[in-house]
C-alpha cells in the first residue's frame, strides 16, 4: 500500500490516504459519490462550497488518472476539469457521464404517457398487460438510451476534431452564445476570448468539458426555438416521434404516436440530439449566419438531406467496419461534410441531389465491412 499511494512514512491518516488515491497513476479514477473532490490551484476551498471536503480536494494539475468519469453530480469543480484537461487528461462533464439515467427516465415517462390511455380506453387490457408490455421493452429501451448516449459523447469526439480545425470559429460561437444570453461566462467557467485565443492547447482544440458545456447549452437554445417553429408539426419531423419508441411500440401502437400529449417535444428533442451530435454545435449557428435561413429551415433541409442520402446506415457502417478511431473520426467528418454543403444547396433552392451522395463511402467500405446492429453504434 506504502509503494502503490507513494506513502514514505508508515503510517497516513484517512485524510491522506484520499488524496494520494484521487492523485494515484492509474487509468480511471470514478466519482460515484457526493461531494466535490478536485477543484483548480487557482480557487479557494472557500470558493467550491462543499465544506466537507475541503481537507481532502486536490487540484485538477495533480490528478494522474488518465481518464475521470463522473458518476456523481459535481466531482470537480468546472475550473478544476479544464485544469486536468490542459496536462492532457480525459473527461467530459456530470452533466455528459451521468445522461443515461435522464434519458432513460425520459424514455420511461413518454412510453407511459403512452400506454395509460390505452388502458383506459381498453385497446391494453388492464395494468397486467401493460405491465407486461413495459417488461418486454426493457432490452430495447436501454439500447435506445445508450445510442443517444454513445452519440453524444461521439458527437464531444468530432467537435474537438473540428475546433481544432476551425478554432477561432468555435470561440467566435461561444462569444455569440454569451452575447445573446444562452450561455452565462461566469456561472460555466468559460475562459475568456482572450484566454482561448491564447491558449498554449489550441491545437487540441477547445477543452472537451467546455465542448460539453456548449453541445447543452445549444441543445437547450436549439429545443426552445424549434418549439416554437411548425417543424415539430411537419412531415420532416414526423419519423423522429416514430423512431423514438421501441418496435414493439411501433408494430402494435403506432397509430396512437400523434395523439400523444408530448408528441411536439419528442420530434423537437429528437431531432435537435440528432443534428447537434452529428453535425456539431456550430452547425446551426454557421449556416442560419450564412444563408439568413430561420432555425426550422436549416433544421429542416439538413434533416432531409440526412435521411435521403440514407446516412445513419453509412454512419453503422463506418463504425462496424474496425478502422480505428482516427480513420472512422475522418470518414465521419467527411460524411458531415458533404450533407452540409447539400444543406446549403438544399436551402439556396438548388437541386441538392442527396440520394447517391455518399456512395463513394459506402462503396469503399462495404467490401471490408457490414453495418453494426443497431443500438450498437459506438
Known sequence: MKALLGVDGDSANGEEVIRRILTMKVDLLYNGGIGTYVKAASEEDEEVGDRANDRVRVNGQDVQARVIGEGGNLGLTQRGRLEYWSRA???NTDAVDNSAGVDMSDHEVNI???LDPLVKKGVIKGREERNRILAEMTEEVAALVLKDNDNQARALTLDSLRSAARYEEFVSFIDDLA?????????????TRDELLGSPHRKRGLPRPLLAVLLGHTKMWAFQTIMETPFPDSPSGRSFLHDYFPR?????????????????????????????????VTFLWRNMAATGAGIAEVLTAYVDVDRESQA???????????????AEN???????????????????????????????IRAHLTGQAQPAPAGQRA
Open 89 to 91: 487528461g480525459a473527461l
Open 112 to 114: 407511459k404517457i403512452l
Open 179 to 191: 452575447g445573446t444570453g444562452v450561455l452565462d461566462r461566469a456561472d460555466n467557467a468559460v475562459p
Open 248 to 280: 414493439r411500440l411501433q408494430e402494435s401502437f403506432a397509430e396512437y404516436f400523434e395523439g400523444h400529449t408530448l408528441k411536439r417535444e419528442i420530434i423537437a428533442t429528437a431531432a435537435v440530439n440528432h443534428l447537434v451530435n452529428e453535425a456539431g
Open 312 to 326: 445513419e446506415d453509412v454512419r453503422d457502417l463506418v463504425e462496424g467496419a474496425g478502422l480505428g478511431a482516427s
Open 330 to 360: 475522418a470518414l465521419l467528418l467527411q460524411i458531415e461534410d458533404k450533407l452540409e454543403a447539400l444543406t446549403r444547396e438544399r436551402l439556396a433552392g438548388g437541386p441538392a441531389e442527396a440520394t447517391h451522395a455518399l456512395e463513394p
